[in-house]
């Protein structure tokens, strides 16, 4: 289970969760400010991610170890954080269209 931290994520996994999180973005219409929040802190994702490692203990009751897991290996990868932002901005840009 704890190997699996490392290892990073598979085409199809991170195109599932960069899917669950704009999904999630797009219901509460925060597209903008997550595009903003994901732009400013890009530089610190690779601290974000081993945050929620350490934090797992506190938010796993609450999100569930295989979510935590998930986002933890999408923030640790500069590429699916950069689809991410490219998703919720075509989005973004669709819903002002």
Excluded: C, Y
């Excluded at 994520?9 to 899917?19: C, W």
């Excluded at 999408?74 to 950069?82: D, F, G, I, N, R």
Aim: hydrophobic share 45%; no cysteine.
């Amino acid at each position: 289970m704890w190997e699996t931290w490392n290892e990073d994520l598979s085409p199809e996994e991170e195109a599932t969760l960069i899917e669950k999180v704009a999904t999630e973005v797009e219901k509460r219409r925060l597209q903008v400010p997550a595009v903003l929040f994901l732009e400013m802190h890009r530089p610190l994702m690779g601290i974000a991610s081993q945050a929620m490692i350490a934090f797992t203990p506190f938010l796993g009751p609450f999100m569930g170890l295989d979510r935590i897991q998930g986002f933890s290996r999408l923030a640790k990868s500069p590429t699916a954080v950069e689809s991410l932002i490219r998703r919720l901005e075509t989005s973004a840009e669709a819903r002002t269209d």
